[in-house]
């Protein structure tokens, strides 16, 4: 009797589990797009709040607004600064912590605004008709700095107004010159300019005249301008060379706020110079620089200029990885940064002085570092595969890593998402290749689950343990997949040679490195060998079209395949992508004084290989990797008789960026694999 009762309750508890399995909600693209976005902490100068934004995503509407957020450092709950339809972003704090700066289109153009903080009141600041944006105080509270999208010949905000209106007659476009459009937008002769303004308001002032812009375009990392500690002069990033769309070369220049001569002080260095901050006794400039010019992804090392002996000298000339967001400890004495590791972001800090490197924080994805006036506490975003972000709390040392906001706990509570889990395997040549792989809520070894293979893209880029709105690997686990993410050769955070290693050999030893850590799952047990996928944008479709030419592993077959925004003939693509220095350094040139290297590792020179099931996925104002790329790609693929599908975006760019957009993206994928790997039925 007594084995009997413990059968029974052995088959209770499996029965109780295998309906607590099925019971999981699954994490829909819908779920996803309800998630409360959360950015941008900064830290009163009274070391006692923390503004921020929220970002929530309204589907039904399209739109998004955000709105910023007040929180205590202490605790209590965040109340909210600013409502209203418009949206308000980047606060920033004045120097005595009693107004917020920020941006808003509350009444038409994005102008800067400021928000008393106890007492609520609003006042515009700048009235400029080409819109104000990312402000920053001069330490004296008297000016902001802002930017703005001008016309460089303009002298007059009333030049710009009209030059606007007679743009507005025709929708056509006219360039003379190289980088005439980027990303998502054409230039129209536009610069970005840096202008002052006071901080009660009146006209803004612009320092940065000249036809250049000034801060240079970057696609993330630490603000490119700042005010010295006694207001007098600012430090800010610009590129003059005379082609810019094959030049890497931005330079640190020092202007008076009354205006002037601008001063270049990184002239030595013919690669990027970007990200000045001046240290708060006035002594230093810090800043991040590359050495290799034209090479966007070489190592971004942490540099201090002396302003009395004019001297320069790297902090991290050993350190072998990328120096991101930086600040300086209120006293000056060190720099607090973050920089990626194996899939993770810890927080370090480096003496001014030099000295060798601390690992403050060495656990999760870690970004936005602050540090609190009185020098006690760091405060920081961190998010990973299963938490977007939040903010966090530690020690000025790193200890007591304490979690200040839960603004999405509520939401995901009924999901159960699956940590993500790190895999390594070796590739040919030796290398140790690292990746992660994200399982269903529901997962059980019991059975046999489809693999889902995701390719990440720059190639110069990683997946890291992070949350992603554009690639969430929980919403594909979700639908019933195990999510296999490797960083094969040049991805970052495993040292700059593992970056380098792909620059002239796309399609070899990464591809090598993806196929070798597939064969290492897909040798698990709980893996249905024969219902493989993989899919990828930018340079991971670029992979997803070498596969589709490729597909030939003895080891496995790739089943079916989603190519988003991929590369797909490399000599077509150079003719129309702005980023030239990209593909010149790449390639190691052009493709007509370097041809054979085009060929070899074009995907469209192996198209009579074509046979795997493809969604082609592309946006219009893709100026990055152009719609045609994907258009031929489709068409070939037609041609060839191969299962196909194109899904076209009108008005999206690079990246999917609108919500009802976003949803039909994640669930005509899904359903692109429904199709082709789930015959089973078992999802």
């Not at 001569?261 to 990184?266: F, H, L, M, P």
């Not at 006794?281 to 200029?305: M, N, V």
Request: glycine fraction near 10%.
């Amino acid at each position: 009797m007594k084995r009997l009762g413990i059968l029974i309750t052995v088959v209770a508890f499996c029965c109780s589990s295998i309906a607590a399995q099925q019971s999981v909600r699954p994490f829909t693209v819908d779920e996803l797009l309800k998630l409360r976005r959360v950015s941008d902490p900064q830290v009163s100068p009274d070391n006692r709040s923390i503004a921020y934004t929220v970002t929530d995503i309204d589907k039904e509407s399209n739109r998004r607004t955000t709105q910023i957020y007040l929180i205590q450092i202490e605790g209590g709950e965040a109340r909210p600064l600013t409502g209203g339809a418009a949206s308000s972003s980047s606060p920033r704090w004045s120097p005595n912590g009693g107004r917020l700066a920020f941006v808003s289109a509350r009444d038409g153009e994005p102008q800067i605004w400021t928000l008393d903080v106890a007492g609520g009141e609003l006042k515009k600041i700048t009235n400029i008709s080409t819109g104000a944006d990312n402000p920053v105080w001069s330490p004296d509270g008297q000016l902001i700095a802002f930017t703005s999208e001008v016309y460089p010949e303009c002298a007059t905000d009333q030049c710009n107004r009209q030059r606007a209106e007679q743009a507005a007659t025709s929708n056509a476009k006219i360039a003379d010159r190289l980088l005439y459009r980027h990303w998502t937008s054409w230039k129209e002769g536009k610069r970005s300019h840096i202008f002052v303004v006071s901080s009660g308001g009146g006209a803004a002032r612009d320092l940065t005249p000249g036809d250049y812009d000034a801060p240079p375009f970057s696609l993330g990392g630490p603000p490119d301008y700042s005010f010295s500690p006694d207001s007098k002069e600012l430090a800010f990033a610009r590129n003059t060379d005379k082609t810019e769309a094959t030049s890497t070369n931005g330079d640190i220049f020092v202007v008076p706020v009354t205006g002037g001569e601008a001063e270049r002080i990184t002239g030595d260095n013919q690669a990027n110079d970007l990200s000045p901050l001046y240290s708060p006794d006035g002594r230093y400039l810090a800043y991040r620089a590359q050495a290799r010019p034209g090479f966007e992804s070489d190592r971004w090392q942490l540099r201090l200029y002396d302003r009395k002996t004019r001297q320069r000298r790297s902090l991290t000339s050993e350190f072998d990885s990328w120096v991101e967001g930086f600040t300086f400890s209120p006293d000056g004495g060190r720099i607090y940064f973050v920089a990626s590791e194996r899939g993770r972001q810890p927080i370090y800090a480096v003496p001014t002085g030099g000295g060798p490197l601390a690992k403050l924080v060495a656990d999760g994805f870690n970004d936005d570092v602050r540090v609190t006036p009185d020098g006690k506490t760091l405060v920081f975003s961190r998010h990973s595969m299963t938490q977007p972000v939040e903010i966090y709390l530690a020690r000025a040392d790193g200890t007591n890593v304490t979690r200040r906001s839960k603004i999405n706990d509520r939401l995901l509570a009924d999901f159960n998402l699956k940590p993500a889990e790190e895999a390594a395997w070796e590739a040919a040549d030796g290398a140790k290749v690292h990746g992660f792989i994200v399982k269903p809520a529901n997962f059980s070894s019991s059975r046999k689950w489809p693999l889902l293979v995701l390719i990440h893209g720059g190639p110069q880029g990683a997946w890291n343990d992070a949350w992603s709105y554009r690639w969430n690997p929980q919403v594909f686990a979700a639908a019933g997949y195990v999510v296999f993410m490797p960083n094969p050769r040049g991805s970052t955070g495993y040292g700059q040679k593992f970056v380098d290693d792909i620059s002239g050999d796309w399609g070899g030893k990464a591809f090598t490195d993806i196929k070798n850590g597939v064969a290492s799952v897909v040798a698990r047990p709980e893996i249905d060998r024969e219902r493989i996928g993989a899919a990828g944008a930018s340079y991971g479709g670029y992979m997803i079209n070498w596969i589709e030419g490729h597909n030939d592993d003895p080891r496995f077959q790739f089943k079916a395949l989603v190519s988003h925004a991929g590369v797909y003939n490399l000599t077509s693509m150079y003719g129309a992508t702005e980023e030239l220095w990209f593909t010149d350094w790449e390639f190691k040139g052009t493709p007509w004084d370097n041809p054979e290297m085009y060929a070899r590792w074009s995907p469209h020179m192996y198209v009579k290989n074509f046979k795997t099931p493809l969604l082609v996925v592309h946006g219009e104002l893709d100026y990055r990797v152009p719609v045609t790329e994907g258009l031929q790609l489709f068409t070939a693929l037609q041609r060839r008789g191969v299962a196909s599908k194109l899904l076209y975006f009108p008005d999206e760019g690079h990246w999917i960026g609108k919500p009802q957009n976003s949803a039909l993206w994640y669930n005509t994928i899904l359903q692109w694999f429904a199709t082709h790997l789930n015959s089973k039925g078992e999802i």
